[in-house]
């Protein structure tokens, strides 16, 4: 079987994986593998900003305090301080290597989002993520210490049969379906979400929580699974996709309007549009359910069109491509799965339970989001602890010996071009949407459970093919999702029960972890 090897092994391109690569170059030999194209990620699609404390009228103990906010009480204090202090360093970092965030002559043009206190969002128009991708991929491509190989499945995590240590991975070629074995000294799992999970995303069809998956079966833990972000606002309209239309066009002055013209936030949270995205989804669904329709509208029509137009370039063009006509200021929405905030359970060098294994960005759980993340922190998240991974893995390295032994069989693998996984996947998602997604109940849940086991029992335990992975990987990450929700009897930020709807910090403020 085919075999690579370096220093650190990473896998993902969004901007975790991008920028431990960028840095690890410093300290020894980097192979970076991703799925399909280093493009392919929820960076790329990533559109509002990236939010730091650079203003002289902002500071980090303001971002600290609308962090832990709009977390509901969950986030860990420690590591979302890390995030906001270090985290305007490393956005300045990004603007050195050329980076072009929006400016008005000398002055950043900083947006407002979504329960954040102080203007504080950088961005590049409405496509924020695709040039801090742009410009990462190509720093990576540029640097020979950089071995940058696209269209490498992750199958799974290897451990070194004498030390215990993840020392390596087992990938498919994507094209190919050679599968091939990868070793690194450290290995830094960046593979981002799981928004495939659910009918109806943002995410794009990579985000399959392929890592997640992978770390739970090689012994890792995994955290705070539950606590799921729907974006309040994806476009909606029959046969187009779940495009994000940004929440910064609510930050610009864009109201909620259900279809009989009624602006209705000011009735769920005193920051109306701008409240937590976890109250602003339940509100539209509210909506959508006590009037019986399908979206609602973001309105703008009492702001400048040509402005918006220019703001908004990417959100203007695509809209447009589906023959939605913006020049009356209506776009229709509804609340699509977004960002998990579970993932594997991380400490804040991005160390999870498994020696040498290193999680950060959205696959992995640190304690920084809480039970809903704020907007725009993702982007910064994954900026931070990309960042911090390799600053602690490098360490690692230096005590790592070369002597490496897997014990895997590929024989086990079962062929399993028969086994119908896209109807399987399609039930899972479906599944996950009307049981386990933004209003949940124990009743529901508990169906949703007994309905996934089933679909498991039915399916080959190690599938040969990337569709079956794929699908054994969203059974997996749905099982847990739907089990730590039954189990958490309370309501709070990501999470609602319909059974148990008010928080219950006497009981609850404890973080349920899974690990085999």
């Known amino acids: 079987m085919p075999s690579l090897e370096a220093d650190f092994l990473i896998i993902g391109s969004g901007i975790a994986g991008l920028v431990a690569a960028h840095r690890a170059k410093e300290y020894g030999s980097v192979l970076l593998i991703t799925k399909e194209r280093a493009h392919d990620s929820n960076t790329e699609k990533a559109q509002g900003g990236i939010a730091a404390a650079i203003d002289a009228d902002d500071s980090p103990f303001l971002h600290l305090e609308d962090t832990l906010s709009a977390g509901a009480n969950f986030c860990d204090p420690d590591v979302v301080e890390v995030l906001v202090t270090e985290g305007p360093a490393r956005v300045m970092e990004l603007v050195d290597l050329g980076v072009r965030f929006d400016r008005e002559g000398s002055a950043w043009v900083l947006g407002q989002e979504g329960a954040h206190s102080k203007r504080r969002i950088l961005h590049a128009s409405d496509a924020t993520g695709w040039e801090i991708a742009r410009k990462l991929i190509e720093e990576c491509r540029a640097d020979r210490r950089i071995f940058l190989r696209e269209g490498c499945f992750l199958v799974d995590l290897l451990r070194d049969a004498r030390s215990g240590r993840c020392r390596g991975v087992l990938f498919m070629d994507?094209?190919?379906?050679?599968?091939?074995?990868?070793?690194?000294?450290?290995?830094?799992?960046?593979?981002?979400?799981?928004?495939?999970?659910?009918?109806?995303?943002?995410?794009?069809?990579?985000?399959?929580?392929?890592?997640?998956?992978?770390?739970?079966?090689?012994?890792?833990?995994?955290?705070?699974?539950?606590?799921?972000?729907?974006?309040?606002?994806?476009?909606?309209?029959?046969?187009?996709?779940?495009?994000?239309?940004s929440e910064a066009v609510r930050g610009e002055g864009a109201f909620l309007r259900n279809i009989n013209g009624e602006r209705f936030m000011p009735d769920y949270h005193e920051m109306a549009e701008l409240a937590p995205r976890d109250v602003v989804?339940?509100?539209?669904?509210?909506?959508?359910?006590?009037?019986?329709?399908?979206?609602?509208?973001?309105?703008?029509s009492h702001l400048d069109r040509e402005r918006f137009k220019k703001r908004f370039p990417n959100i203007w063009r695509t809209c447009d491509q589906y023959g939605i006509d913006l020049s009356e200021g209506q776009i229709p929405v509804a609340p699509a799965a977004h960002y998990i905030m579970g993932g594997v359970a991380v400490d804040?060098?991005?160390?999870?339970?498994?020696?040498?294994?290193?999680?950060?960005?959205?696959?992995?759980?640190?304690?920084?989001?809480?039970?809903?993340?704020?907007?725009?922190?993702?982007?910064?998240?994954?900026?931070?602890?990309?960042?911090?991974?390799?600053?602690?893995?490098?360490?690692f390295i230096k005590d790592t010996h070369n002597n490496v032994e897997f014990e895997f069989n590929l024989d086990e693998r079962v062929q399993d071009w028969d086994v119908p996984w896209e109807r399987i996947t399609g039930a899972v998602?479906?599944?996950?949407?009307?049981?386990?997604?933004?209003?949940?109940?124990?009743?529901?849940?508990?169906a949703a459970i007994a309905e996934l086991e089933r679909i498991r029992q039915e399916c080959p335990g190690r599938p040969a093919s990337r569709r079956g992975v794929e699908a054994q990987n969203l059974l997996t990450l749905g099982w847990l999702t739907a089990r730590a929700a039954l189990m958490r009897k309370e309501s709070r930020g990501g999470?609602?029960?319909?059974?148990?709807?008010?928080?219950?910090?006497k009981n609850w403020l404890h973080h349920i972890v899974f690990q085999r």
Not at 281 to 300: C, K, P, Q, W, Y
Not at 385 to 390: E, I, L, Y
Not at 433 to 438: C, L, M, P
Not at 499 to 505: A, G, I, N, Y
């Open 174 to 245: 994507s094209l190919s379906g050679e599968f091939t074995t990868c070793r690194g000294r450290a290995v830094i799992l960046a593979t981002g979400g799981a928004g495939r999970l659910y009918e109806n995303t943002t995410n794009p069809a990579v985000a399959t929580g392929d890592g997640m998956a992978a770390a739970y079966r090689t012994g890792a833990a995994l955290m705070d699974m539950e606590f799921v972000q729907f974006h309040p606002t994806a476009l909606s309209r029959s046969g187009v996709p779940r495009f994000l239309i």
């Open 281 to 300: 989804s339940r509100a539209i669904v509210t909506e959508m359910r006590s009037i019986g329709s399908d979206h609602v509208n973001l309105d703008f």
């Open 348 to 395: 804040k060098d991005c160390r999870t339970s498994v020696p040498g294994l290193y999680a950060c960005g959205e696959v992995a759980c640190n304690g920084v989001h809480g039970a809903n993340r704020l907007a725009s922190n993702s982007l910064l998240e994954g900026l931070v602890f990309g960042a911090r991974a390799v600053e602690h893995a490098r360490g």
């Open 429 to 446: 998602r479906s599944l996950m949407w009307e049981k386990a997604g933004i209003i949940r109940h124990g009743a529901g849940l508990a």
């Open 495 to 505: 999470h609602y029960r319909e059974d148990f709807p008010h928080r219950d910090d």
